[in-house]
């Protein structure tokens, strides 16, 4: 089944899926309108739950006017349909943005005082919770503890993006950015249909870099590349639907925060290094999608460097950056190596070797237990959505992942990192918290 992100998702017996948009009353209410929008625009069938607290945010004729559909917040709006049962049971999957400290704990402790908990009680779909609140609300330990309990019964809860809260407060608690909850939704939708369990990734600490670094040459220009960061990030929400917790390493990529995925942003390779370094401590799995610059120069100017009168160029001496893919593979499995490292290589072949010879070759080199090879001859790949590569593993397997979208190759990375990965330690929580940094 396709994972595209611009693709819909697979119609059920014909049908167009059907999304249930919960909205609980937090002042992030408004936001849910343009979750709400890409979902109707993208084929879905939206029928928009608030809660009365929600009603008093944003109106019930703007769910109604943007979903097609009559909106109710209680049971007893035509009541002789039972929709506290209807809804949740016809559902494919069920979404809720916000999801207020208040709705959490109502849902973990299975109450049904509104349509909206109804719903929950009632749906045999994926569930996907986007919570937004204070920090302090947030990190309080009922919610914590709430939070686990929904995570052991295979809710996805997403972990709230940091930034601007209500007033002038700062901090953990986030509504994660509308189109990056799209994105997971449409995941999740796609993945529901396939045999694998939709939460495979649940309790494990995966780390994927992103995008292409910068080298400065001096205050205004720098030594880079093409790299987009679009693998990087599909990688990293294709983990976040799997129930990973996820740390992406981003390098000068300008793309939304992933929902529910720690972002580190860096510059340069030395920058990159310092951050997958840190980050891969205690993860399960290491996903090198990004495109470090081989080399830097040996000496930064501090001031714009001039043209010379006779039109000559001024020599750059170059250094060659560490090599972060090998540093971590050729360490010994445990606290600092993770279980499985996943390379990329980007080849154009040459008048001696293919693609895959070349490929094979790296593969042995650095070390890794993967290695995502794709050929970029002609400049393919860079900043466009689809992408098809060769998976090589270093026991000798090739899978050949066909031409499609960026997101459908992310999951085939991770379908071969699960079946690599040994069992998720007993200590670990079910969902995606995140570890301190």
């Known amino acids: 089944m396709s994972t595209s992100t611009t ?12 999304v249930v948009l919960g909205v609980a009353g937090g002042i992030a209410a408004y936001k849910a309108c343009e979750l709400l ?23 019930a004729p703007t769910w109604s006017a943007l979903s097609g559909k009559p909106v109710a917040s209680d049971v007893w709006t035509s009541v002789h349909e039972v929709p506290h049962v209807r809804i949740g049971k016809s559902a494919d999957l069920v979404v809720v943005a916000p999801a207020t400290a208040d709705l959490l704990a109502r849902a973990a402790h299975g109450l049904a005082d509104d349509l909206l908990t109804n719903t ?4 045999r779909c994926p569930v996907v919770l986007a919570p937004a609140m204070h920090t302090e609300m947030w990190e309080h330990p009922a919610t ?21 809260l209500t007033g002038a407060d700062t ?19 796609a993945r529901s249909g396939d045999a694998a369990p939709a939460q495979d990734l649940a309790g494990r600490r995966v ?23 679009l693998q990087g990030w599909a990688l990293a929400r294709a983990a976040v639907a799997r129930g990973a917790s996820v740390t992406l390493v981003a390098a000068n990529a300008t793309l939304p925060d992933p929902a529910g995925a720690r972002v580190v942003r860096v510059e340069t390779t030395a920058q990159l290094r310092e951050a997958v370094l840190a980050a891969a401590e205690g993860a399960d799995a290491l996903v090198m999608a990004a495109a470090p610059a081989d080399f830097r120069p040996t000496e930064v100017s501090t001031a714009k460097i001039k043209k010379a009168d006779d039109g000559a160029a001024p020599p750059i001496a170059l250094v060659q950056n560490p090599d972060i893919l090998r540093e971590v593979a050729a360490r ?11 390379g990329f290589a980007a080849e154009t072949g040459d008048a001696h070797a293919g693609v895959l010879d070349l490929a094979r070759a790296k593969l042995t080199r ?43 190759l992310a999951h085939a990375v991770w379908d071969q990192v699960a079946l690599r990965l040994g069992p998720v330690p007993p200590d670990r929580p079910p969902g995606p918290g995140q570890p301190p940094g």
């Open 37 to 59: 929008r890409r979902l109707t625009e993208s084929g879905h069938d939206v029928t928009v739950v608030p809660t009365a607290a929600a009603l008093e945010f944003v109106g």
């Open 207 to 229: 780390v994927v870099s992103a995008g292409g670094t910068r080298e400065p040459l001096d205050p205004v220009r720098f030594l880079g590349n093409r790299s987009s960061g």
């Open 332 to 342: 010994p499995v445990g606290p600092t190596r993770p279980g499985v490292v996943v």
């Open 144 to 164: 914590v503890a709430n939070v686990a309990t929904l995570r052991s019964r295979g809710v996805l809860v997403l972990e709230p993006a940091e930034g601007r």
């Open 171 to 189: 901090g953990k608690g986030r509504l994660p950015d509308p189109g990056e909850i799209f994105e997971t939704c449409v995941q999740v939708l």
């Open 120 to 123: 929950l009680l009632t749906a």
């Open 366 to 408: 650095k070390g890794c237990d993967l290695l995502v090879v794709n050929d970029v001859s002609g400049g393919a790949v860079f900043g466009s959505p689809d992408n098809d590569a060769v998976v090589l593993a270093a026991d000798g397997a090739a899978v050949e992942v066909g031409h499609g979208s960026k997101a459908h």
């Open 7 to 18: 693709d819909e998702a697979a119609p059920h017996d014909g049908e167009r899926p059907r």
